[in-house]
């Protein structure tokens, strides 16, 4: 061939597989689009949303993988990829009452500074910029795995200030960990910890019940007893969560005991310690330790006449007070620094905004405690508010708990964040179910009374009905679903008391109702059958239309609403006179720290929109020392708006049981096709 001269090649094209490398190409898994001119149709750029590390570090390996052959990675400047797969090792020393934790992260020779590793975790950013120019990757599990710690950790210098609090969280960081040094005190407390974590509580050292005590603990009881000797031991706050009846005031009471006991096990607290319950649960408390500790000595504060010197705690092992008193007598109650602070029924500071819980919260003393048999009813946040008081900064600041628990969890069911928050707090919270530890209780029957509506009773409902709902409809269309909720509240309430009884809503009515008749007719049953029983109503306007009828049939009977002022004089009647069948309770005022074993049915006349309240006022009759199989009754309107709440709050009922709705979450949640569903 002469030099010059041209040559030819024959290429022979294969337009299907052409095609099928573009489309390849073309898909999102692999960060590129097409390029949008024409002229350059076999070029392709990386996507908005590609990151370009992670193009090199991880799509490039894929693209060889499908046959792609790759060149040029080595030229490049601006990008240059760190290759080493990064390790992370840490050295935990323990302070007073914190763990000074130091984390070194390196890619192969390289190491990256404890303070920028932090900075990227809590950012949920991947990716780092080396000393050497290049950029290493993070592993997206460490962003789940350390991302909480460094939040709630304080930054000094070179290493991370931790609570002794957060164990837990260091233990998950340690895990996989690459390598781990660690001083002698928190390797103890570590294999503490995750023996407890491993054997379910079972690990627990057990402990000798003092003297002084008198009484019987039950196994179930004689755990918690040991478990908030193991709070006590490690200075944890904790959350004494079992179902109600199961004995929470017991096991306190005895703990208490074996703190202030002379037994030779160690010099008793100089300090008084404060009990903060309802005014309700005040008489329980006193007649408990009475009959149990009588030896502790208590100062009732809560009279009007109560002594303003906190000088005279000093004199008293246990404070007992109201949360009313301490909201009002705050700052006096501030001055005195309590051995413990213990809540009871501490749902009365899950709303972490209010007066309550900022006093409760302003509150001083070496151990805190909480008891509730509901640590959650409406949302996580009141979880939160709990353990802001029990262990402080335990789960960081509200808004950051929020965004990372309280929101993911609720709105989209994010079971990795429920895992998260559930290890986090598992060791400081201790809960039993009475299926899990009384199977000594008699049965617990439920079943649903549906009536129909009597004539009138059901015109005057769907007047009421057509009403609010043509309302609403024109209240949507003018000012939307969030400026309507006030009507909508207001036409449900409605609409449920016609359900009850009409007369509820209008005095002057005179017809009958199909639930008020029913109700009547079971309790005539009842007291034939010498059976005893619990009547629960949201409205004392419904109560007083039952104690009319049953006074006209001259049938006795205790009562209980907010304004009873003798409330315990009417619960020991009632438990002792077996001639009284009936106990009218208002379910607001009666539906916690009651106990009336003496009834063995229950009914509730009017549904409540949280299960969790309903099972409450059950439970004042079945808890330890029932001997008598208890059946709960709930009476439902058919074909009212009782029929249709509990169908929309059964769809509705969150991620596993940790959300349970109340009213207020339960109504913001509603759209305007449920408030359409529930007036048609």
């Not at 030779?264 to 404060?274: D, K, R, T, Y």
């Not at 404070?319 to 700052?331: E, K, N, P």
């Not at 009547?520 to 109503?537: D, G, M, P």
Request: proline fraction near 5%; charge should be neutral; charged fraction near 25%.
């Amino acid at each position: 061939q002469a030099p010059g001269a041209l040559t030819l090649v024959r290429i022979r094209r294969k337009p299907l597989l052409e095609q099928g490398t573009h489309n390849l190409l073309s898909t999102s898994s692999f960060g590129l689009k097409r390029a949008p001119l024409p002229a350059k149709s076999g070029f392709f750029r990386l996507r908005a949303r590609t990151h370009p590390v992670d193009f090199l570090l991880n799509i490039l390996p894929r693209l060889a993988g499908e046959g792609f052959e790759i060149y040029g990675e080595e030229k490049l400047k601006i990008a240059r990829v760190n290759h080493h797969t990064p390790t992370i090792s840490f050295r935990v020393a323990s302070g007073i009452d914190w763990f000074d934790l130091q984390a070194v992260v390196n890619f192969g020779d390289l190491e990256v500074p404890l303070k920028e590793v932090r900075r990227l975790v809590r950012k949920k950013e991947r990716y780092v910029k080396l000393s050497d120019g290049s950029i290493g990757e993070l592993p997206e599990q460490w962003l789940e795995r350390y991302r909480h710690l460094f939040a709630v950790g304080e930054l000094q210098e070179d290493r991370l200030r931790v609570s002794r609090r957060h164990i837990t969280l260091i233990e998950q960081a340690l895990v996989e960990a690459d390598a781990v040094l660690q001083d002698e005190e928190f390797a103890r407390r570590r294999e503490r910890l995750r023996s407890l974590l491993n054997s379910g509580f079972d690990g627990i050292k057990p402990r000798t019940l003092p003297e002084g005590f008198f009484g019987e603990l039950r196994p179930y009881q004689k755990s918690g007893f040991d478990w908030l000797h193991f709070l006590h031991e490690y200075e944890f706050g904790g959350c004494l969560a079992d179902d109600m009846g199961l004995g929470k005031t017991i096991q306190t009471l005895v703990f208490l005991r074996s703190l202030y006991a002379s037994n030779g096990a160690g010099a008793s607290p100089a300090a008084a310690s404060l009990l903060v319950v309802p005014r309700s649960l005040l008489i329980n408390w006193q007649r408990e330790a009475a009959r149990f500790t009588p030896e502790l000595r208590f100062l009732e504060y809560f009279d009007s006449n109560r002594e303003k010197d906190p000088a005279v705690f000093n004199d008293y092992h246990l404070v007992i007070t109201t949360y009313g008193v301490m909201l009002r007598d705050i700052q006096l109650l501030h001055g005195y620094e309590f051995y413990y602070t213990i809540l009871d029924e501490s749902q009365s500071i899950k709303n972490p905004l209010s007066q309550t819980a900022r006093a409760a919260h302003l509150l001083r003393s070496k151990n805190r405690l909480v008891l509730t048999g509901t640590p959650i009813e409406n949302s996580t946040a009141e979880l939160w508010s709990q353990f802001a008081f029990l262990n402080p900064g335990l789960l960081g600041n509200l808004k950051y708990f929020k965004n990372e628990f309280g929101l993911p969890i609720e709105k989209r069911g994010d079971e990795q964040a429920a895992e998260r928050l559930r290890r986090i707090v598992y060791p400081f919270i201790l809960r039993r179910t009475k299926d899990q530890v009384a199977p000594e209780l008699p049965p617990r029957s439920e079943r649903i009374l549906y009536c129909d509506m009597e004539p009138a009773q059901r015109r005057f409902y769907l007047r009421t009905r057509e009403a609010y709902r043509s309302m609403l409809m024109g209240l949507f269309e003018k000012e939307g679903i969030d400026e309507s909720r006030m009507k909508i509240l207001e036409g449900l309430l409605r609409l449920r008391q016609i359900s009850n009884h009409p007369r509820l809503m209008d005095e002057k009515f005179h017809g009958a109702s199909g639930k008020f008749d029913l109700l009547l007719e079971t309790l005539e049953t009842l007291r034939a059958e010498n059976h005893k029983a619990l009547v629960f109503s949201q409205f004392v306007k419904m109560l007083s239309l039952v104690r009319a009828a049953i006074d006209e049939r001259g049938i006795p009977y205790n009562y209980l609403d907010g304004q009873t002022q003798a409330r315990q004089q009417q619960v020991d009647q009632f438990q002792e006179d077996p001639d009284i069948p009936f106990f009218l309770i208002s379910l607001k005022a009666g539906g916690l720290g009651l106990n009336l074993t003496a009834a063995d049915y229950v009914i509730h006349i009017d549904p409540w929109w949280n299960p969790a309240v309903e099972m409450q006022a059950s439970d004042r009759t079945h808890r330890i020392g029932q001997d008598k199989p208890v059946f709960v009754y709930k009476l439902i309107t058919r074909d009212s708006v009782e029929e249709k709440i509990l169908q929309l709050q059964e769809r509705k009922k969150s991620l596993v049981d940790q959300i349970i709705s109340t009213e207020s979450s339960f109504f913001k949640s509603l759209s305007v096709e449920d408030v359409q569903a529930l007036f048609s």
